[in-house]
């Protein structure tokens, strides 16, 4: 059996303020670099010396100016869990998209045995990780793993900060605690050591009012956009 391991005592530091000038300088140098790169099409483009001198420097402020679009931020997430078939996205795409989904929210950390258990668990039980896949496409499946602000964020830790947990919510990113792994650990209600422990309550979930998938035009719960369905779009 897996033991819950608690984070509190390793909080992740708060993230460092960077100065508006400084951001505004990357971007400038930025768009000074793309209008290089466009007059030298069809031939080498010789970039400003002024620019290749700052570019060094202003590197890690180029990265979270381009991080700091909300458009781009998908392009840079990465949910660091194995298997095929999950479209998983961060917190904060997940609750400013609000669709009509529940959200199921996976918490994990790097170097955490009983994470890597679960993740193992993934690749190693083919059956039920098909099962899960299959119930995936009725939420919004989010990962959270090392990421300071949603690792704060008390929705996510109604009980604690022990890894590898749960939580399901509403589309409109209300929590509902009240979904655990059942008859496993009472003092760790949202911990989870196997896929097919997940699978159980995303099926169990998806029996509740607040989290039934809306029916369908052709009234086949496992359509996936057949013609009568997309024109109902």
Known sequence: EGVPVHSAATRAPRQATVCPRQLAMARHTASVLARARRAGAGRLAKPPALALLALPLLFPFLMLATTARGGDAKLTWQSNLPGEGVEWMSLSNATAEVGAKPILALIHRAGCGACNSL????????????????????????????????????????DGGYVPRAIFLSAD?????????????????????????????M?????????????KPCGDPTCEGCDLCKDEL
């Open 173 to 201: 990113g209300t929590p509902h605690h009240e979904v655990k792994n059942e008859g496993y650990n009472d003092k760790y209600p949202h911990f989870y050591i196997s896929v097919e422990q997940i699978a159980d309550s």
């Open 203 to 215: 099926e169990r979930t998806l029996e509740l009012e607040w989290a039934k998938p809306a029916e």
């Open 119 to 158: 993740k193992g668990s993934f690749t190693n039980d083919a059956s039920d990780y098909e099962r899960f896949v299959r119930l995936a496409k009725d939420y919004t499946m989010v990962s959270v793993s090392d990421d300071p602000a949603a690792n704060e964020d008390k929705r996510l830790s109604p």
